[in-house]
Every structure is written in C-alpha cells, then in structure tokens.
C-alpha cells in the first residue's frame, strides 16, 4: 500500500493545481448559466404579464368609449318627450347593436330592439340588476351574460343613464362580444401560440374568447384546473392533461368582468429552452476541453520529469501514453519513434509513420505555418510551442489536433530531436460548433425580442399620438357644445327663435364634429387590428354621393354640383364607399372653400370619382405625405383647419381594401383633384346627368 502510495503521490502533485482551477472556472460557467436562465425566464414571464394588464386594460378602455358614446347619441336623439320606434332604431344603429332598450324614471320599458309591443311598459329593473342600479344611482353599469329582453339572446350590456326634461331615462345597448370588434381584438390580442383568452363575468361565465366558442359556456366547463387555481390566485401555474399551464389575471376596471389568459409553460419559456441547450453544451465542451487540456498539462509535465529520472521509465510511459506522441529528427527530419496511441489517431502502423517526414503527415495548407515555429525554435527564437493543426488520418480525412512540441539538446546545446505530444481535439472542436450554433439561437433570440420591443414601441407611439390628437380635437367640439348650451340657457327666455335655432344648429355641428372623429378612430382601430373585410355589392355612384353631401353638412351652403351619369355604379362595401365619399368632401369643403365639384367617368372597367375644389392647392412638398397617418400640411390653409390628419389616410387604406385607388393631382387653374377609382359594376339605374346636393 505504501509502495502505491508512493507511485501516485508525484501524479497528484502535478495533476491537483490544473484540476482545481478547471473546476473553479467549471463552477463558475454552471452557475453563470443558471442565472443567466432564471433572469431570461423572469424576463418573458414579465412581458407576458405585460401583455395581460394592456389587453385588460383596452377592454376597458373600449367599454368606456361605449358607454361615453351611448350618453351623448341617448342625449341627443332620445331626450323628446316621446320616443318613436323610427328614432330609437336610428340610434341604436350608430352602434350596431343587436338588441337596446328605452327607459323610464320608474324602470318601464319605452322602446325595444328588436321591437316587442307585449314588453313595452314592463318594469325591466326587477329582472336585470345593472338597468336598477344605473336608475338608481345615476351611473353607467355594465352587465354579466344575460339573456336580451327581447330576443332572449345571451348578450351583455351597457346601461348608461342621462336626464330629461321628463327626468331620468336609461339607454341600454347589448352585444354578442364574439361578432363584435372586442371579439376580434381578443383573437389578436396575445400572439403566442396555443394562448388561450377568456373573458368572464364575476358568475365564471365566458362573456368572450379566442377560441371561437359559440354557447353560453362555464369557464369551470371548458377550463376547470384554470378555474380551481383562480380561485385560489390571480396567477400562478396549473397541471393540464398533458403538459403545464403558465396563466394570468386582470380585473377589467369599470365592468364585472375579468380577463384571463393561460399559455403552456413550454410555449411561454421556449425562447429560454434553446438557449439553455447551447448554454449546457458550451459549458460541457469547455468542461471536457479544459479537463484534456489540465490531464495532458499534468502528464506532459510529469513525463519531462520521469524522462530525467529513467529510460526505462520513459519507454513505458512513451509506449503506454492515452496521448499521441513521437520523436523526430532536428530539421525537417524524419520520425525516430511513435507511440500505440498516435498509430491509432492516424490509422497507421507504427512501421508505416517511423522514417517518415512529419510534413507528409501534416495538412498542406498547415505545413508553411509549422515549418515557420519549428524554424524559430532551432533558431532559439522559442523553446518548443503549441499550436493547433491537422494531420491526414490514412483513410483521408483530417485530423484536428493540439501539438505540443520541444527541442531536446545535449550538453553542448546541439539539437538532439524533438518530441511531440498530439492530442486529438476533434471532439473539443465539434463541442465549439455547437457552441458557436448557440450562440446563433440566442443572437436570433435577441433579434427576436428587439423585433417585439420596436412593435412595442410602435404601439406606444400610436397611443401617443391618439391621445395628443384626442386632447386636441376632442376639446374644441366640447367646448362648442358647453360653451353655446351654457348661452342658450342663460338667455332662453330674452333670445328670438332665429337665435335659438342659429345656436342649436352650432351645437348640432360640433356634435357631428365629434361623431365623425369618432368613426375615424373606430375604422382607425378596424384598420390596425387587419379587421377589414369588405361586403362589397354594386352601388350606384350618383346615390352615394348624395348620400354623402345630404349627410355631411349642418349649416345650408351652396349647392355642390355632382356630374355623375345615372347608370354608372361601382364594386365596393356600402360603408366604406361612405366614410371614402364623407371624408373626401369634408376636406374639399374644409380646405378648399364653398366651391366644390363631384364627376364621375367611366374607363373600360373602372369608375373614376372625382372630387375637386378651387382652393389654394396642396404645397408641393406635402405631396408624398398626403396619405400618412396624422400627416397635415405646415403651411398655407392647413394650419388655420382643425383636423385629425386621419381622414386622406383612412379614405387611401378603406379604398385599397376594396381593391381601388386613390391619387392626388392638381386642379386646373388652382385647387386640388382627388381621383377615386373603383371596379365598374353593372346594375340597372335610371340616368341623373347633373345632380346638386344642399345641407341644413
């Protein structure tokens, strides 16, 4: 034992220091790669969570815009002693709701959608709790699923109750959230695959979701280990049938209604996966390559030592050796003596590699490289050196290897031969290729995530920009609206008729200021979230148009001449054509002045609308920035007109979705030309050659 002892004590007094030095660097790569994935997971758990509060947080934004919208269209048109069914239907289809109710200060029932004459006067209070506390308590409220009055439809609804000179009235509107644009944001509204969105009413019942479900569903029903750990926390993780769930929780503020969503664990942190796959090979290839390299430090080392002490000694060692070595003549001499283990790295003999050259051995485009360090060390520029390079195994492939080489001398410093240690690295350099494909994963994964940021940031400067434009134009209106209400009842008493009517048309104008902002906005939001889809049928141009003009304007102006042959009709979505018709000739109206012209030609299968003024033109330089979001001139007229910056934008993208075009081109002798050019659609139409529409 203590001859063994003694055998082993040299090894281990060499082989110790390289061992624990690889094993502090292995240590510290193991634990670097466990932060480095913990932080990468705490990081997508947070942009996930993110993701939840901003839906939760548009639903309740969409929510208020409703019930702000419902307020001012209830105001009014629902505020006349007596409410027929022909203008509560217009009302209600402002909003495209499927079903609305009218009610009394007592909670009976006025009008119906659909209409139902058995439930007018029924006190509808007792059978739905948010109609009785917005009568109660004079503020909007919002329902669970319920079932719609008149048709008995699941639906939810939003009761907004305003004053009349009558007394207190509520206005309810009800949707189906599945066909209705909240429907469509919760299908968009995550983008990670097998994401799962719920909305759900404080009794568990899914008002709406991505997943495309048709009945009145339990969210205990169709998600019940998602229900079991909501009720035990806000978020948090569950056991499916087949894999983890990663899901999170957000009150909807303003409403009785909560936004979940859930996501397979896998899914959430499969960006993290990849990584940490590269990250355990990288650190196993330099563990294994720093391992080799500390072994054959110690054994070269320990080797040049036995080589003083024995002969004898070192024929064993040189024989028995895991690592290639042989010996050489000084020069470009030939080899003297190879071991077992250099003989099966190049798939030789050992008579097949003694007397041999080692350049014949070496890859050729290595050999100037090694014959330059060999040089240097008989030059005594160098004792011996290490380098990388490639020897031909037998069979003809390359064999990468770490050389270790040093020139033995005599007493006299005469060059004796040299000896080289060769150890294989071909497992080391597929370890650094797969390194390197790491290293590819986590760079794509940071283009991946800075491609999510600029999105991001993308999406914070719309808000921006919506919320600067809103406090802009909103406020004008507003102001109007407050400001002509506040005279007219101050001097109601004292002020003639033609006043009282000048006032209330000012106060009608605003008003429709503020619902054509709105239907921009709304069309703006259909536009980004590629909810366009066109019901396209053939319209006759000549009725459009006077559609448009006999809608657009609150004050008499002017007649606007309309050129347009009776027979011609165009290929487009009835209320697309509208909001392209409105907005064209609102900025023509705005821009241009009174003088206004509409013609319409046909071109083999197209019809080409156009809508012309005689104002002072566009500046040449606004031109290629007409069609931009929130784009307005800095000079000439544009400056002194109110605006979005909306209406060119929406009328270019509605135009596209319909498969037409829309350009600009000055008009003749002065003001601007906006061509709209549509699919031809042929129907049978009486002819109108010169039509003329008045507003007031």
């Known amino acids: 034992m203590e001859r063994l002892l003694s055998l082993l004590r040299p090894g281990w007094r060499y082989l110790a220091p390289p061992l624990a030095v690889w094993l502090v660097v292995m240590l510290g790569a193991v634990g670097g790669a466990f932060w480095v994935r913990g932080d990468s997971r705490d990081e997508l758990g947070h942009r996930y969570e993110l993701r939840v509060g901003i839906a939760a947080k548009f639903v309740s934004t969409y929510v208020e815009d409703l019930i702000t919208r419902e307020r001012a269209q209830a105001t009014q048109f629902l505020a006349d002693p007596n409410v027929d069914q022909e203008t509560f239907t217009r009302a209600v289809a402002a909003f495209g709701y499927p079903a609305a109710v009218l009610l009394d200060g007592r909670g009976h029932l006025m009008q119906v959608i659909p209409p139902s004459p058995t439930l007018l006067g029924q006190d509808l209070t007792t059978r739905y709790d948010h109609l009785r506390d917005a009568l109660r308590t004079n503020r909007p409220a919002v329902s669970a699923v319920v ?103 957000r009150a909807v503020a303003g409403t009785p209604w909560r936004l979940v969503s859930t996501v397979p664990t896998d899914v959430l942190y499969q960006p993290v996966a990849g990584a940490t796959r590269g990250g355990v090979a990288a650190v196993t290839g330099i563990g294994l390559v720093g391992l080799v390299a500390a072994l054959a430090a110690a054994a070269g080392v320990r080797e040049r030592a036995r080589l003083r002490d024995s002969e004898a000694r070192f024929r064993g060692i040189f024989e028995n050796s895991l690592v290639g070595m042989m010996i050489g003549e000084p020069g470009w001499g030939r080899l003297t003596r190879v071991n077992q283990a250099l003989c099966d790295m190049l798939g030789r003999a050992e008579g097949d590699l003694l007397g041999t050259d080692w350049q014949e051995l070496t890859h050729p485009d290595d050999r100037e490289r090694c014959r330059d360090l060999v040089l240097d060390v008989l030059e005594r520029r160098r004792r011996g050196f290490v380098t990388e390079k490639r020897y031909v195994h037998a069979d003809g492939h390359d064999v990468p290897v770490l050389v270790h080489c040093t020139l033995i001398r005599d007493e006299r410093e005469r060059p004796v031969h040299f000896t080289t240690q060769v150890v294989d690295i071909s497992e080391r350099r597929r370890l650094e290729q797969e390194r390197e494909r790491g290293r590819a994963a986590l760079a794509e994964h940071a283009r991946d995530l800075e491609a999510a940021n600029r999105e991001l940031r993308t999406a914070q400067q719309r808000t921006a920009d919506l919320v600067a434009m809103l406090s ?88 606007v001449p309309v050129d347009a042959d009776g027979g011609l009709a165009v290929f487009a979505d009835a209320r697309h054509l509208q909001r392209i018709l409105v907005n064209l000739l609102s900025n023509a109206r705005k821009y241009g002045g009174d003088e206004v012209a509409v013609c319409a030609r046909r071109g083999g299968d197209r019809i080409a609308i156009a809508v012309c003024d005689r104002g002072e033109g566009v500046p040449p330089e606004f031109v290629p920035h007409l069609f931009e979001r929130y784009a307005r001139a800095e000079r000439g007229v544009a400056p002194t007109r109110s605006g979005t910056g909306l209406g060119l934008y929406i009328a270019h993208r509605l135009t596209t979705a319909n498969g037409g075009t829309l350009h600009f081109e000055p008009n003749e002798p002065n003001g601007s030309r906006f061509v709209l050019t549509l699919v031809a659609a042929e129907v049978p139409v009486r002819r109108a050659k010169y039509l003329s529409a008045t507003s007031g």
């Open 147 to 249: 079932p719609s009055a008149a048709s008995g439809e699941p639906v939810v609804a939003f009761a907004v109750p305003y004053e009349t000179e009558r007394g207190r009235r509520v206005f309810s509107g009800a949707v189906e959230v599945r066909s209705s644009p909240l429907g469509t944001y919760l299908t968009h509204a995550i983008a990670l695959d097998r994401a799962r969105i719920y909305l759900v009413d404080a009794a568990g019942t899914i008002v709406g979701s991505n997943q495309g479900i048709g009945a009145v569903t339990k969210l205990h029903e169709r998600e019940p280990n998602l229900s079991g750990e909501l009720a035990r926390a806000a978020d948090g993780t569950f056991a499916g049938p087949d894999r983890e769930w990663h899901y999170y929780s």
């Open 472 to 559: 802009h134009d909103v406020r004008q209106p507003l102001g109007v609206i407050n400001g002509y209400c506040g005279l007219l009842l101050e001097a109601w008493e004292h002020a003639d008729e033609a006043e009282k009517l000048r006032d209330l048309n000012r106060i009608k104008g605003a008003g429709a200021t503020m619902m054509q902002l709105v239907e921009e906005i709304l069309t703006l939001s259909e536009l980004d979230n590629a909810d366009v889809r066109p019901r396209q049928a053939p319209i006759r141009v000549d009725a459009a148009v006077a559609q448009a003009l006999a809608g657009l304007y609150t004050e008499r102006r002017p007649p």
